[in-house]
């Protein structure tokens, strides 16, 4: 206190007025940290807290498929890497139509992932009214690994080199029936465009999933099949099936004795079903590229690949670029699959 001609001045301590200062900065500070943080995109936001509660990734096949072991491989590993639980919820029917609609409708916040296969590009060749475009309704992440088809025989057919069973099948082509788990899928599809490879008269029949058909491969009543090589290994190591070319541009670690169709003097005959990544296609970039590295890193591990090498498929791991072109190019292949098939919209 101090007296100024008659007035009395009070001044506050020194130390009272720095301690105010300090918490008007530490006030400046973090409201300027909000401000910042709500001036991000919404996007990276979104990415950067990303996520905050369990996720569903849909797989449109029953459990304990091919797809649902590698999609329950991977969330079990996200579930590490994000602390959250990555749930496997199985929507199957209709040719994987049923779960792709389910994610088509969600919101693309990336809490709703789709492991879905090749039959998703087929879809929109022989389903007539569905309610989603398989392509652009979708934001691709990652496409895993792709499982090649591989020509199998019944052994009672009188040829053990693909070269032998294309010169059977011009002395008695029309008697060799072939089967698929179904009318559209990549088995019969694939078929199909052997057929024309081939110029050979070979006929189509269908089953309802992979284990009648096999059945009756075994059985002999059908001679023929392009089936993945998840399904076909334990037969063919039975040697309940002969096994004559891989449908790959190399050989693969599963079949390490089975030449490829070019080896075996058909070049240029590939087909493989694939399992893929996708999510909602209103997700935010940002979070797309989010989810590509962690699952990335997740397939990158010699553990993951080993697990898909031996169900018999090659590692892909691609950049969700490179997976939206290669599903543009899967849409066109099976576009002419499905027109040379002659199939009827359904």
Not at 49 to 61: A, F, G
Not at 68 to 87: F, H, P
Not at 203 to 217: C, E, Q, S
Not at 283 to 301: F, G, N
């Amino acid at each position: 206190m101090k007296h100024n001609h008659g007035h009395i001045v009070t001044r506050r301590p020194r130390v009272q007025q720095s301690a105010s200062r300090r918490g008007l900065m530490v006030a400046l500070v973090a409201a300027c940290t909000v401000l910042s943080t709500a001036l991000l995109p919404v996007g990276q936001a979104r990415a950067d807290s990303y996520p905050s509660k369990p996720v569903t990734m849909i797989v449109p096949y029953p459990a304990g498929g091919a797809t649902d072991v590698v999609a329950r491989a991977i969330a079990e590993k996200l579930t590490g890497t994000w602390k959250q639980s990555v749930i496997v919820e199985n929507r199957a029917g209709a040719g994987t139509t049923i779960g792709a609609g389910t994610v088509a409708r969600a919101a693309g916040d990336g809490y709703t992932l789709f492991m879905t296969t090749s039959a998703h590009t087929i879809s929109g060749h022989i389903y007539d009214k569905l309610n989603y475009d398989p392509v652009k309704d979708f934001a691709p992440i990652t496409l895993v690994t792709k499982v090649p088809l591989v020509l199998v025989v019944n052994p009672a057919v009188p040829a053990k080199t693909l070269p032998e069973f294309l010169a059977y099948l011009k002395k008695d082509g029309a008697s060799v029936n072939f089967a698929s788990p179904g009318n559209g899928t990549a088995q019969h599809l694939s078929g199909e465009l052997f057929k024309i490879a081939t110029k050979s008269a070979i006929t189509h029949v269908p089953y309802r999933g992979d284990a009648p058909a096999f059945t009756d491969l075994v059985g002999g009543q059908v001679q023929m099949m392009l089936a993945t090589i998840t399904s076909a290994l334990p037969l063919i190591h039975a040697g309940k099936l002969r096994a004559l070319a891989v449908a790959n541009g190399k050989r693969v670690q599963a079949l390490a004795d089975v030449p490829t169709f070019a080896e075996a003097g058909m070049p240029g005959f590939e087909a493989a079903t694939w399992f893929g990544l996708l999510a909602p296609a209103s997700m935010k970039p940002e979070l797309q590229q989010r989810i590509y590295k962690d699952v990335s890193a997740i397939v990158a591990t010699p553990e993951m690949q080993r697990r898909i090498e031996d169900l018999g498929g090659d590692v892909v791991n691609s950049t969700p670029e490179a997976f939206a072109a290669f599903m543009q190019e899967e849409t066109a292949k099976w576009g002419k699959a499905v027109k040379a098939s002659g199939m009827a919209p359904q």
